[in-house]
């Protein structure tokens, strides 16, 4: 089946650092979109992406749809203590999401 | 209202129990789906409504049960399950099928003695 790789699977950064984080498909999808899960509960909607190209702003959140429809990227500005969780790629192929393998960050103040 | 509200949070179940899982929202939104996810894992989908009627059940074990009452709720019925069925059992909506923004519940934990 289809299969979304994220990178890296794992970031501990120092607050007040950006983060950059990635999404790969083998695939092609119309939409794309990020979101970020606390433990124990259930993912929250960031950002989301309709077009190739697009770049998009959430505060300190930014994303962008690849101009091949196969891959999106995350960019976490001045990351703060709250910014702690995992962050979840879904790509949209008309028929379900499918999530990425998810990308832990851990943020030191 | 932006919420979709799941309950209960925690669940533990025998082997031999029945139980239920519960979903709403009042967003208007017509597509449903329910998501498990394995610790350190992605949400795996495991079925979806459209309009009230079930339009993907990938190939989840007769033992999960889903139901979809109303445009608002979503249950998800449970008998004979395994402990390797404990997982976090997530709700979701969209608007509908093409516009697959899916907001999310805060799941149910569910362990299996």
């Known amino acids: 089946g289809q299969q979304l790789n994220q990178s890296p699977q794992s970031m501990f950064i120092q607050e007040g650092e950006d983060v950059s984080m990635n999404c790969t498909s083998s695939?092609?999808?119309?939409?794309w979109l990020w979101y970020k899960q606390d433990p124990g509960e259930g993912p929250v909607l960031l950002i989301a992406?309709?077009?190739?190209?697009e770049l998009t702003s959430n505060g300190r959140l930014t994303a962008q749809f690849g101009i091949t429809r196969k891959d999106s990227f995350l960019n976490i500005s001045a990351s703060i203590p709250s910014d702690v969780g995992i962050y979840f790629c879904?790509?949209?192929?008309?028929?379900?999401?499918?999530f990425g393998t998810g990308t832990r960050l851990q943020v030191f103040p | 209202d932006t919420e979709v509200t799941q309950t209960p949070k925690h669940l533990v179940m025998g082997m031999t129990n029945k139980k239920s899982l519960k979903c709403e929202q009042h967003m208007g939104h017509r597509a449903m789906y329910w998501y498990k996810q394995k610790a350190k894992k992605p949400p795996e989908l495991m079925f979806v409504y459209s309009y009230e009627k079930l339009s993907i059940n990938e190939s989840v074990p007769s033992r999960f049960s889903p139901e979809c009452p109303n445009s608002s709720l979503l249950n998800l019925h449970l008998h004979a399950l395994q402990p390797e069925d404990s997982a976090l059992y997530l709700c979701a909506s969209s608007r509908n099928r093409v516009n697959t923004e899916a907001f999310f519940g805060q799941g149910t934990r569910l362990t299996v003695v």
């Open positions: 879904a790509g949209d192929n008309t028929d379900k999401l499918i």
């Open positions: 992406l309709y077009k190739a190209g």
């Open positions: 695939s092609i999808f119309n939409t």
